[in-house]
């Protein structure tokens, strides 16, 4: 098999990622006293573990199985907080249009979760993937839901470094193909490997990670990305839904609460199938008022509540609308 050669246009620029990527850049102390970062990738790239690895033990990102939100950490980095959001992954092989569309919103809602905007995107992208023609193509659609300037600031994060083997990663770009050379270019030829497996080491990948960030940054001369008020917006929607979810969980709990209560006092009371028991919590959920129709039913059941439940039922408007502790039922 013929070995591919490398192409000379790449070539040519090969020097300036060098310059931009190398652990040979001084390092000086950035002035950012924070820097927030936002990982997007398909899905299995290894985008929470990437987060892990460069938060440390204050990542607790959730691993092995699909993000299915944006969710955002903060931890101290090499001298200074670092805000790091993962975000759900898109489809193998899908365009964007083929992307359900609640993940096309939360990439769009991660940039709004670190306001004003993030200093850098990481595109995770495994070490070993090939990255086809289709492959970039739906990188591109991807990204460009944050708007084409993005790739100013955006670099390119391999993960599972270690799958390389003796393979350098120079090599693996020099041997990757046309549109893998071409999406580092869009990149300005930045990129960064990590191994997820050396999470523990004396943290020389992160700190080379945060050296390529500095010179990100100063090569946007401080900008982070701005954030539209579309973006704002969705991040807006995104809270009313959640208000909505947590309200319809509170009022299914309720409900559930209730019919528990009502079959444990039918049963508790020997009530005939013909009656209703009505239970309806206080506001402070200490106890529920349960109301027994018809009202002859009552008749009787303020002996077996005193005796049952340690509450007393003197009059028939008290047996009818009887307050019944949590504790005691």
Known sequence: MEMQREDPSFLVKRPQAVEANGGSL??????????????????????????????????GFETGKPTEECVKRRGDVAGRRVTVVDTPGWEWYYSVNGTPGWVRRETKRSMSLCPPGPHAVLLVVRSCTSVTPDYHRQIE???????????????????????????????????????FQTLLERCGNRFHVLENKRRADDGSQVRELMRKMDKLVEE?????????????????????????RRKKQRLMEAQTHRGNI??????????????????????????????????????????????????SGRTEQQQQNMYVNHETI
């Open 262 to 311: 009502r079959a444990m006092l039918m049963k508790a009371w020997s009530l005939p199938p013909h009656c209703h028991v009505y239970v309806q919590p206080s506001p402070c959920m200490s106890h529920v008022r349960v109301t027994v129709s018809p009202m002859n039913i009552c008749d009787g059941l303020g002996l077996t509540v005193r005796r049952g439940l340690g509450l």
């Open 220 to 244: 946007r001369r401080g900008r982070h990305y701005e954030t539209d008020l579309l973006l704002l917006e969705l991040e807006v929607e995104s809270k009313r839904r959640a208000r909505e």
């Open 26 to 59: 001084s390092h000086q102390p950035s002035s950012l006293p924070e820097l927030r970062l936002v990982l997007l990738g398909r899905k299995g790239a290894g985008k929470s573990s990437a987060g892990n690895t460069i938060l440390g033990l204050a990542g």
């Open 141 to 179: 659609e991807h990204l460009e839901l944050l708007g084409k300037a993005v790739w100013d600031h955006t670099l390119v994060l391999f993960t599972r470094g270690d799958e390389l083997g003796s393979l350098s990663i120079e090599q693996r770009i020099q041997n990757g193909g046309k549109a």
